[in-house]
C-alpha cells in the first residue's frame, strides 16, 4: 500500500517559536494532501487542503497565517506552526490522496508540545 | 462541524466477543470508511463502503451502509485484544474532496 511518512515523530518547542513538521509520500504522488489536528481523546479535524502548486484551503477557524502550508511538490506538504504556544499543543496527521478519488493514505503523525 | 456521530463512545468487551460500533452522519455522501487508531499513533484504513453498497466483509470486519438511515455499522467478529483501539468513521461528501471523521469509539478487549 501507498506509504506517508511525517517527520518528526514528536517535537517539543518554547512557546513563541516556530515548528515545521514534514509530510511525505514515499511511494506515490500526491497532488492533494490533507493536514489535521487531533486533541487527546478527541476525533480528527481537517485543518487544510494543499494542493501541489498552488495555496492550501483552510477550513472555518482555522489561521492560515499561523498555520503555513507549503506543497512545493508532489510527494512533499509542510505544515509550519507559527508562534507557537502551548493551546498549539496537539497531535498533527496528514495524508496524501492517492490516485484513486477519495483514498487517502495517512501518515503516522507528530505530536507537537509547547512549552 | 462533525459529519458523523458515532456510538458508542467505549465499548469495553470480554476476548472472542463480537463488537459492534455505529455511526451517523447528515448529508449525502460518496462512500464511507472506517479507520483504527491505535494509541498515539497513525490511522489504519480497514474498510470503505461505497454509497450504492449495502454490506462488505474484510476478514473478520463487516460493515453495513444503511443511505436511508444515513447510517452504518461495523462490526468485529471474534475479537481480540489487539483489536484494542479508537475506532473512527469518515464521511466523503459528495462533490468534496475531503473526509470528516466521526467522534470514534475508543474499545477495549479484555483477556
Known amino acids: 500500500g501507498a506509504v506517508v511518512s511525517q517527520h518528526p515523530s514528536w517535537v517539543i518547542c518554547k512557546s513563541g517559536t516556530s515548528v515545521k513538521i514534514e509530510c511525505r509520500s514515499l511511494d506515490f504522488q500526491a497532488t492533494t494532501m490533507f493536514w489535521y489536528r487531533q486533541f487527546p481523546k478527541q476525533s480528527l479535524m481537517l485543518m487544510a487542503t494543499?494542493?501541489?502548486?498552488?495555496?492550501?484551503?483552510?477550513e472555518q477557524g482555522v489561521e492560515k497565517d499561523k498555520f503555513l502550508i507549503n506543497h512545493a511538490s508532489l510527494t512533499l506538504s509542510t505544515l509550519t506552526v507559527t508562534s507557537a504556544h502551548p493551546e498549539d499543543s496537539s497531535f498533527y496527521i496528514c495524508?496524501?490522496?492517492?490516485?484513486?478519488?477519495?483514498?487517502?493514505?495517512f501518515g503516522p503523525g507528530t505530536r507537537l508540545t509547547v512549552t | 462541524s462533525q459529519q458523523g456521530e458515532e456510538d458508542p463512545q467505549a465499548l469495553s468487551i470480554q476476548e472472542g466477543e463480537n463488537a459492534t460500533m455505529n455511526c451517523s452522519y447528515k448529508?449525502?455522501?460518496?462512500?464511507l470508511q472506517w479507520y483504527r487508531q491505535n494509541s498515539g499513533r497513525g490511522l489504519v484504513h480497514l474498510i470503505l463502503?461505497?454509497?450504492?453498497?449495502r454490506e462488505k466483509h474484510s476478514g473478520r470486519l463487516r460493515v453495513t451502509l444503511d443511505t436511508s438511515k444515513k447510517s452504518s455499522s461495523l462490526l468485529i467478529t471474534a475479537s481480540r485484544a489487539a483489536d484494542t483501539a479508537s475506532y473512527f468513521c469518515a464521511t466523503a461528501l459528495q462533490g468534496a474532496q475531503k473526509l470528516v471523521f466521526g467522534q470514534g469509539t475508543r474499545l477495549t478487549i479484555n483477556p
Open positions: 448529508t449525502s455522501i460518496n462512500n
Open positions: 494543499s494542493n501541489e502548486g498552488s495555496k492550501a484551503t483552510y
Open positions: 463502503i461505497r454509497s450504492n453498497e
Open positions: 495524508s496524501g490522496e492517492g490516485l484513486a478519488f477519495y483514498e487517502q493514505y
